[in-house]
Each structure stands twice: as structure tokens, then as C-alpha cells.
T-cell receptor, first 114, second 113 residues
Framework: KQEVTQIPAALSVPEGENLVLNCSFTDSAIYNLQWFRQDPGKGLTSLLLIQSSQREQTSGRLNASLDKSSGRSTLYIAASQPGDSATYLCAVRGILDSNYQLIWGAGTKLIIKP | NAGVTQTPKFQVLKTGQSMTLQCAQDMNHNSMYWYRQDPGMGLRLIYYSASEGTTDKGEVPNGYNVSRLNKREFSLRLESAAPSQTSVYFC????????????FGPGTRLLVL
């Protein structure tokens, strides 16, 4: 059964730093992996989606990488800002999981200190 | 530009009470989903509806029922609430079941005493 882990559970860094969030998964047979952002009291917003054939995706200051063989993905945030403070979740869509279900990590709560 | 809306935002129930969580989307999406989110855990799929008129169980369906009322609306019912159902519930929608991007509502925070 696919399991997705995000470490650390929480991270606090000063504004302006570059940072990396980690996501690991146990089964490399995946269609894709997505990174989401969740703000308090709000729903989730999709940030980046990496197909299994891709190595990375970029959107503005965000860069997500995927290494299927090692079961890892990273979300790189450049020049962090207080507005980046949120919980970041990753989710994988496994080939062996039925009905296109997403398997989710528990998230990393990111705090950017001004 | 409403997207996905959920009601209520917050609810307190006593054990054994019933309630229905409402979800509606205005994006003409075919597929809709109900998730629960518990502290320290990822989202877990409760039920989903691939298209109007169909519903299927997800990972944690026990204790819940759903109704796809029409293309826009997908409700989640707790017939006899239990403290273990204390959670934040999210509704989501996508163009169809194969589409990667799901759009989420703001969530319903449910406390069962």
C-alpha cells in the first residue's frame, strides 16, 4: 500500500531564505505527484504537478523535483516571503491504486518570519 | 467566482445525532469528492462521484453516506455521529475522474462530543 511521508512536520525560517520541503513515497509506480498549499481556514490549492516521466516543474519561485527510483520529491522555494507561510502537502496518484485516488502526506507547516 | 462552496463552516454535534454536509460547485465539473483531514494525517478520501448519478466508496467510507443530487451538488451525511468523526471535511471537484487538478472548498470543521 502506498504511503506518503513529509518531514519535517513544521519548519520556521527567516524571510529571504531559500528552502526545501521533502516528500517521500513507498511505491515508485505512480502516475504523478502534486504539491498543494493549504492556508488556515481555507481549502487546498494546487501548486505544481509532475508527471511520472518528468524530473521537475517550475512556477515562479517554486521548483518541484521528482526522483521516482528513490521515492522522493522536493519543493524548492526561492527567496521566501511571509506570504509563503502555509501548510504544504504532497499527494501521489499511484498506478496500482484503484480509481485514480490520491494518496496524501500529512503536510509541512511552513512559517516565514519577517 | 465561487468555485466550490461548503456549508456549514463549523458544526458541533452530540454523539448519535445526524447531519448533512453540503457541497456545490459552479465549474460544470463532472467529478466530486469528499475528504476528511485529521491532525498529523494526510487527507483521506471518504466517497467520490465520478459523474452525475454515480457514487463510489473511497478509503474510509464507514459511517457516511453520500448523495449526488445533481451535477452541481454532492452531499455527505452522517447518520449517527461518533467522536471518531471529529475532523475537517473537504469537498473537491474536477473536470472528470481522470483529471489531475482538483479544486477544493474551504472545509467544514466538525466536532462530535
Amino acid at each position: 500500500k502506498q504511503e506518503v511521508t513529509q518531514i519535517p512536520a513544521a519548519l520556521s525560517v527567516p524571510e529571504g531564505e531559500n528552502l526545501v520541503l521533502n516528500c517521500s513515497f513507498t511505491d515508485s509506480a505512480i502516475y504523478n505527484l502534486q504539491w498543494f498549499r493549504q492556508d488556515p481556514g481555507k481549502g487546498l490549492t494546487s501548486l505544481l504537478l509532475i508527471q511520472s516521466s518528468q524530473r521537475e516543474q517550475t512556477s515562479g519561485r517554486l521548483n518541484a523535483s521528482l526522483d521516482k527510483s528513490s521515492g522522493r520529491s522536493t519543493l524548492y522555494i526561492a527567496a521566501s516571503q511571509p506570504g509563503d507561510s502555509a501548510t504544504y502537502l504532497c499527494a501521489v496518484r499511484g498506478i496500482l491504486d484503484s480509481n485514480y485516488q490520491l494518496i496524501w502526506g500529512a503536510g509541512t507547516k511552513l512559517i516565514i518570519k519577517p | 467566482n465561487a468555485g466550490v462552496t461548503q456549508t456549514p463552516k463549523f458544526q458541533v454535534l452530540k454523539t448519535g445525532q445526524s447531519m448533512t454536509l453540503q457541497c456545490a460547485q459552479d465549474m460544470n465539473h463532472n467529478s466530486m469528492y469528499w475528504y476528511r483531514q485529521d491532525p498529523g494525517m494526510g487527507l483521506r478520501l471518504i466517497y467520490y462521484s465520478a459523474s452525475e448519478g454515480t457514487t463510489d466508496k473511497g478509503e474510509v467510507p464507514n459511517g457516511y453516506n453520500v448523495s449526488r443530487l445533481n451535477k452541481r451538488e454532492f452531499s455527505l451525511r452522517l447518520e449517527s455521529a461518533a467522536p471518531s468523526q471529529t475532523s475537517v471535511y473537504f469537498c473537491a471537484s474536477s473536470e472528470d475522474i481522470t483529471q489531475e487538478t482538483q479544486y477544493f472548498g474551504p472545509g467544514t470543521r466538525l466536532l462530535v462530543l
